[in-house]
């Protein structure tokens, strides 16, 4: 059980190595190990080494140390010397790295996907040979693998990318896991040795600013456990600036107890001390994340309340749970006449949106109608002109939009084209007469309004070749948005509620002129009773409900007994009307 040994425990040192070649290390094995090398740290391949962060535009020197031109651009403007070996170094040895990605993200940066050999498309990792073939100030980016394979062992000395002719000694290791150079062990960077920290980029300066992130996230503990009391106690006292303090109980008790005598004399209505959040209308279902991001991340502000993520105008448009009943208008203009079209958002939102923001971006600028049917459809959307291109706003095919009570029944019903199920891009198509057959399996976004006469007709009597392509081109100059129903609908719900806003700050002053009278025109004081009423019972006194009133009652029970007898007299009993006599009566004698 033993390390190295037959007995059947561990002892003490055996536990206490740092490494498991046996138990004649002792426990001082952990120090001779961190004395042979034990603390070596390898930078990823993927990292500037001056900055210590992913790079974004790579360039090298020729012993293959990798930067960020950004970074090492703003260390030679002062120090004229290699950050990790201390020699010197200038901007024109610098040698731009050309890498290839493979593109498998949705990621709108230019810097998108996996860093990959633009020949066998195999993605770097911290496990891979990198080698970089440099032609002047410049160097492609492949894997030892490949170029060993292709170029040495085959005596082909040209790049496989853009067939330059390079020698043996236009090969610069960037990357070996089987020998790790200088250049990427941490330990023997020269500015790391020299107590400098790692070299920030511009926006990393931006958000250090800001306070996003601890400036001391890779300092010692008790310098990170200060400022997080700091980043919390300035929270805090903004909060209690702003009038939402988090222990809003405590604040409560005490505003209350110091402005008791002040509320009872004042006339200004009473406000809530403790006012609820609001939720956004564009909330989404799920928090932002950053309360647990920062309970387990030193490098970020400690956030101690969770708030919902907020949507985009797009996502939160494009919520199935909204229906936009807003119609949009625009105008097709043709080298034929133009044609004006109804979009319809309300069952098909994601169409008319890529259709708007294409036609915004003048997508459809100069683009022909590649193909046309008489008595069927004529179809266009695709710049290519082939009828095989064509993309989306966002870059990608969406899915299909079926629902709803639209269908193909009449002369120029506009519709997406497809190639199969959810495979919606830019093509659309016009239909020239009905087409049931279509029904639930193209998503209808709009129809022809005016031009059905004139311009449809014109477009329809082109004459076609024998694969439906129009002889004479039929050409969209430009697409004209005359409402944008998504523009209307966020339009119409900001005075909305502005309008509510309004109406709440009214209601918090007190009210308008017509809510402080009351409907027989007497004024409602600010503690709620009306002008007229007396607390003593005086002039009228106090009532009880809207229409007793309480002092006159009292009124009527203190009066002296000369008066009730007064009264008593002059009171008459009322004239009994005579019974009607004829038919049966009331059977009172029954």
């Known amino acids: 059980m033993g390390k190295g040994t037959d007995k059947l425990y561990i002892t003490h040192s055996e536990w206490s190595s740092s490494d498991a070649y046996g138990a004649s290390s002792g426990v001082n094995a952990g120090a001779r190990a961190q004395r042979r090398g034990a603390n070596f740290k390898k930078l990823p391949f993927n990292f500037c080494a001056a900055s210590l962060q992913p790079f974004k535009n790579p360039v090298c020197t020729p012993d293959g140390t990798i930067f960020d031109v950004e970074v090492i651009g703003a260390w030679l403007e002062k120090h004229k010397t290699n950050p990790v070996n201390g020699e010197p170094l200038s901007a024109k040895d610098l040698i731009k790295l050309n890498f290839a990605r493979n593109g498998d993200t949705t990621d709108s940066d230019e810097n998108k996907g996996d860093l990959i050999d633009p020949v066998t498309f195999k993605v770097f990792t911290d496990n891979t040979h990198i080698v970089a073939i440099r032609h002047g100030s410049y160097a492609n980016v492949f894997a030892w693998e490949t170029v060993e394979r292709m170029n040495i062992k085959a005596k ?118 403790i006012q609820d959040r609001k939720r956004p209308a564009n909330a989404a279902t799920y928090t932002t994340g950053l309360t647990a991001a920062s309970f387990t991340s030193t490098g970020l502000t400690p956030s101690t309340s969770g708030s919902l993520a907020l949507l985009s105008d797009e996502q939160y448009l494009l919520k199935p749970s909204h229906r936009i009943k807003i119609k949009g208008y625009v105008r097709m203009d043709t080298n034929l006449g133009p044609l004006t079209l109804e979009l319809l958002p309300e069952f098909a939102p994601k169409a008319v949106w890529n259709f708007l923001r294409l036609s915004e971006k ?94 449809l007709t014109a477009m329809e009597n082109v ?114 009307k005579k019974a009607k006599m004829g038919g049966f009566g009331n059977f009172d004698g029954w």
């Not at 497809?418 to 998503?443: E, M």
């Open 156 to 273: 082909m000395w040209r790049d496989l990318v853009d067939d330059q002719e390079f020698g043996r000694k236009d090969i610069i290791t960037l990357q070996d896991p089987q020998n790790v150079s200088a250049s990427r062990d941490l330990s023997q960077f020269k500015y790391l040795q020299d107590g400098q920290e790692a070299i920030l980029t511009k926006e990393q300066e931006e958000e250090r600013k800001g306070g996003s992130v601890n400036i001391e996230a890779l300092g010692r503990v008790g310098e990170k456990v200060l400022r997080a009391k700091e980043a919390v106690e300035r929270a805090r006292a903004a909060r209690q600036a702003g009038g939402a303090d988090v222990n809003r109980l405590t604040q409560a008790l005490t505003s209350t107890s110091n402005s008791t005598s002040n509320t009872n004399n004042s006339n200004a209505p009473r406000q809530s001390l």
């Open 362 to 455: 003048g997508y459809y600028k100069d683009v022909a109608f590649h193909r046309s049917i008489r008595n069927f459809m004529i179809q266009g959307g695709d710049p290519s002109g082939t009828g095989r291109g064509g993309a989306s706003i966002w870059g990608k095919n969406f899915e299909d939009e079926l629902e709803g009570p639209m269908t193909h029944s009449a002369r120029g019903i506009v519709s997406m084209a497809n190639k199969g199920k959810n495979t919606n891009s830019s093509q659309f198509f016009i239909t020239y007469r009905p087409a049931s057959h279509l029904d639930r399996k193209h998503t209808i976004f709009a129809k022809v309004i005016e031009g059905l006469d004139t311009t």
């Open 463 to 576: 004459a076609t070749d024998g694969s439906d392509r129009p002889l004479n081109k039929i050409v969209i100059k430009d697409v004209v948005v005359l409402i944008d129903p998504f523009a209307e609908w966020l339009k119409e719900k900001k005075e909305k509620e502005g309008a509510e806003e309004r109406k709440k700050e009214v209601a918090r002053r007190g009210g308008t002129e017509d809510d402080r009278t009351t409907w027989t025109g007497k004024r409602i004081r600010a503690d709620g009773t009306v002008e007229g009423q007396g607390q003593d019972g005086k002039e009228g006194g106090p009532k009880v409900g809207k229409y007793l009133d309480v002092g006159a009652a009292k009124k009527a029970t203190t009066r002296k007994p000369e008066e009730e007898a007064e009264v008593a007299d002059t009171w008459e009993e009322p004239v009994r």
